[in-house]
């Protein structure tokens, strides 16, 4: 063989192994896993949205991305059981919407990075180290700036029923949140000088009997926090039987027939958990990668719910409000 040719083809061959390298690295198929409390149907438009934004950075099911769902149905006491799954699958990455999913995937794996979407407080809840430096195997992104945010829906809810003096606040008692949460409503409570009716529920199973208590201790209002978005028409249906006027803390409820929601819009914000997972999955790590919080929240206020709860919502509101429902 001619010595040029051979040193051409050593060369040409020693050229070409990165690049296949590079391509073979290209064409494997990834494989998450999505942890999440609710059933799948109470939160497709927001899964939808997260999907979007994975092909929008070049990800697609079913392609170069194997999605290994994993829904509790509404009952959070599952999670632990469902992460361990998703950890002996071997998945690349976990996603985790809400706090209690975060949680679960993270007593269930310290290597396998997991993206959080929503979790209230996770710096103390030790998920992350910090925002800025999250130090370990988590990040993503966190609900909400401070935890304040929780009294300003009490606020909201003064506003809109002024004659308010006792409003019941519906939570989950097994979230991990619910306990710096009601710190905080109480807190704003005690400024407005608003009785508090605390109701621990954890499920459609019990909410009878929480709105009956309700109605017992003549409730002005009503607070919905917790991860019961799966039932959200249930909710809305219980609050108008009652003639309660409610504030929720997603939109959501509201086009189901709430009053109000003031939080953030989950199907814009959702779509920033996309960015982290195609970081982590081209190599960055979570430790490195700081967590994103909302600088955006929505008043929803929905308007023939209120005429038929016999409210007139005041026109300061009204002109506050990002979406008004006719």
Same mark, same amino acid.
């Given at each position: ?5 051979? =040193? %051409? ?22 494989? =998450?896993?999505? $942890? ?9 438009? #927001? ?12 990800? &697609?099911? %079913? ?39 975060? @949680?679960? !995937?993270?007593?269930?794996? +310290? ?16 998920? &992350?180290? +910090? ?26 809810? /003064?506003?809109? =029923?002024?004659?308010?003096?006792? #409003? ?9 949140? +619910?306990?710096?949460?009601? /710190? ?9 000088? &608003?009785? @508090? ?7 459609? *199973?019990?909410?009878?009997? !929480? ?10 209002? @009503? ?5 019961? =978005? ?8 219980? !609050?108008?039987?009652?003639? $309660? ?5 997603? %939109? *959501?409820?509201?086009?189901?027939? %709430? $009053? ?12 920033? !958990? ?10 960055? /790590? ?12 929505? @008043? #929803? ?22 979406? #008004?429902?006719?």
């Amino acid at each position: 063989m001619d010595r040029r040719v051979f =040193i %051409g083809m050593l060369g040409g061959g020693l050229l070409a192994a990165p690049f296949a390298a590079e391509a073979q690295q290209a064409g494997k198929v990834y494989r =998450i896993g999505y $942890l999440s409390a609710p059933t799948r149907e109470s939160v497709e438009h #927001v899964l939808q949205a997260f999907l979007r934004a994975l092909r929008e950075l070049g990800w &697609v099911e %079913g392609q170069n991305l194997i999605i290994e769902y994993r829904w509790a149905e509404g009952k959070i006491e599952r999670l632990p059981a469902l992460a361990a799954e998703l950890v002996q699958r071997k998945v690349d990455l976990i996603v985790a919407p809400a706090t209690s999913a975060v @949680l679960a !995937a993270k007593n269930a794996t +310290s290597s396998i990075p997991i993206v959080m979407i929503f979790p209230i407080n996770p710096v103390e809840l030790k998920l &992350v180290a +910090s925002l800025a430096r999250p130090g370990g195997n988590v990040t993503g992104t966190t609900f909400t700036p401070t935890p304040e945010i929780f009294g300003k829906h009490l606020e909201l809810l /003064k506003e809109a =029923i002024p004659q308010a003096s006792r #409003v019941a606040i519906l939570y989950h008692p097994a979230e991990a949140g +619910s306990p710096r949460l009601l /710190k905080e409503v109480e807190a704003a409570a005690r400024s407005l000088r &608003v009785q @508090l009716q605390r109701l621990g529920t954890r499920g459609p *199973e019990e909410f009878d009997s !929480a709105f009956a208590a309700m109605a017992r201790e003549r409730a002005d209002g @009503l607070l919905v926090f917790g991860n019961f =978005i799966s039932h959200r028409t249930r909710l809305t249906e219980l !609050a108008a039987k009652y003639h $309660l006027p409610t504030m929720y803390a997603q %939109g *959501e409820y509201v086009a189901a027939g %709430g $009053l109000m929601a003031y939080g953030v819009k989950m199907a814009d914000f959702v779509g920033r !958990a996309a960015v982290y997972v195609d970081k982590i999955l081209k190599g960055a /790590k979570p430790a490195d990668l700081p967590v994103e919080q909302p600088s955006k929240f929505e @008043l #929803v206020i929905n308007l023939k719910t209120a005429k038929a709860l016999g409210l007139t919502i005041p026109q300061s509101l009204l002109l506050r409000a990002d979406e #008004v429902i006719q």
